[in-house]
């Protein structure tokens, strides 16, 4: 970790300082886990809140089922304000982010399956902070974020709080659009030392990160398509889903999928029918 808080150290401040306003935010992924369990060191019971989209890979559900009983997490979950194919319908496939990937520049699909639905959960609850897993290594997207804050040219680089000033940098800050304090404790740690630290301490993985030769480095909707690698990936992991996706994307392509490995890997054309429709049922893919 390189010119920044301890990760742990971090989380202890923020629990000491918003009390029982604060949540993790939880993706069921190895950063949030991580994260997570350091939070869980300081306080059993603080909130943990999961934006179940309705498209998570099924591994990520029974992995946080399989979580929460094993410990014992004060768990919320949200609900999709729209279905991600509604979504698709109304706004087309998501497409990459561009600077900095919140609010006005995530996805459509994002907005209403996540950061909606999670701000009025927050409210209700009333969390005025949010512990997360982000890590600028994982995009340029997150890497603009943390840069964005340690910018000292930004005229709001502190705010008052219980008499405190706190001063913003890439690991926390205040988003005065949702009135929300957000601490992000890893946000300097390479993949490796998220690994390092999941290992050191015994923390159960998610079967996304091992299934399908390992292929995913993060877990999250399973349709995601606002990655650069996502057809690569989705068409070893679930080439039914991978078709209908590219289908809608260019409805008169001929797809490239990959045949599961028999004796070696191959790839086929399949023509895919005019009449394919969108299907409001992930399972249907699975």
């Keep these: 970790m390189v010119n920044g808080f301890e990760a742990e150290d971090l989380v202890r401040q923020a629990i000491k300082r918003h009390g029982d306003h604060i949540a993790v935010a939880c993706s069921f992924g ?101 512990i997360t897993g982000l890590q600028a290594c994982e995009s340029r997207a997150r890497s603009l974020i943390a840069k964005r804050y340690d910018n000292k040219k930004v005229p709001y680089m502190s705010k008052e709080i219980h008499g405190e000033i706190v001063e913003f940098c890439s690991q926390r800050w205040f988003t005065r659009v949702t009135n929300m304090w957000n601490y992000h404790p890893i946000m300097l740690w390479s993949v490796e030392e998220v690994w390092e630290y999941t290992h050191k301490h015994k923390i159960p993985i998610n079967e996304v990160y091992t299934k399908w030769g390992g292929i995913y480095p993060r877990c999250g909707c399973l349709p995601c398509t606002a990655y650069i690698s996502w057809e690569d990936r989705l068409s070893k992991s679930h080439p039914k889903l991978f078709r209908t996706l590219k289908k809608i994307q260019c409805p008169e392509q001929t797809v490239l999928v990959h045949k599961p490995k028999v004796n070696k890997s191959k790839e086929v054309k399949v023509a895919i029918p005019h009449t394919t429709k969108v299907v409001g049922i992930l399972a249907t893919f699975l």
């Design 30 to 130: 190895k950063d949030s886990m991580a994260v997570l369990h350091m939070a869980l060191k300081y306080n059993p019971n603080i909130k943990v809140i999961f934006e179940n989209t309705g498209v998570e890979f099924p591994e990520t559900i029974r992995y946080k089922e399989m979580m929460k009983k094993e410990w014992n997490l004060n768990l919320y979950e949200t609900k999709p304000l729209k279905s991600f194919w509604e979504c698709v319908k109304e706004y087309g496939l998501p497409t990459i982010r561009k600077g900095g990937g919140k609010g006005s520049n995530a996805p459509k699909c994002c907005q209403y399956l996540k950061e909606k639905p999670a701000l009025i959960l927050q409210r209700e609850l009333g969390v005025n902070a949010v």
